[in-house]
């Protein structure tokens, strides 16, 4: 299981350079916006990433890559675009969690 910590680690990397690359170029500029962009039109480059590199399920990289932004109105309504239910997020994501019982994921903010 070590290399899903490495998977971890790279998508918090990931999510941090989105945010550099969106504060770059402006598009959008604000933080929350840039969520919003990363469980839209980047979810995909971010789970393809750890599909290829870390030969992770789709499903699996979706809620790596979706770690953290649990909390904005949207996040139900991509988790159900991307055929997560709400139970199979959780439980894949609880599987992320590290011995000292702390939640994978990012928590940029
Ligand atoms: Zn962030």
Redo the contacts with the bound molecule.
């Keep these: 299981m070590m290399i899903f910590k490495f998977a971890v680690v790279a998508i918090t990397v990931i ?1 941090e350079v989105l ?1 550099a690359y969106m504060n770059y170029t402006g598009k959008p500029i604000n ?1 929350d916006r840039q ?1 919003l962009a990363m469980g839209e039109q980047y979810l995909n480059l971010m789970s393809s990433y750890l599909q290829v590199n870390y030969g992770m399920t789709k499903k699996n990289a979706v809620v790596l890559a979706l770690g953290g932004l649990e909390n904005y109105t949207w996040f139900n309504e991509v988790r159900d675009k991307n055929n997560i239910s709400d139970n199979e997020y959780w439980t894949i994501k609880g599987n992320y969690k590290d011995n000292t019982n702390k939640t994978s994921g ?1 928590y ?2």
């Design positions: 999510h945010h933080g969520h990012t940029c903010q």
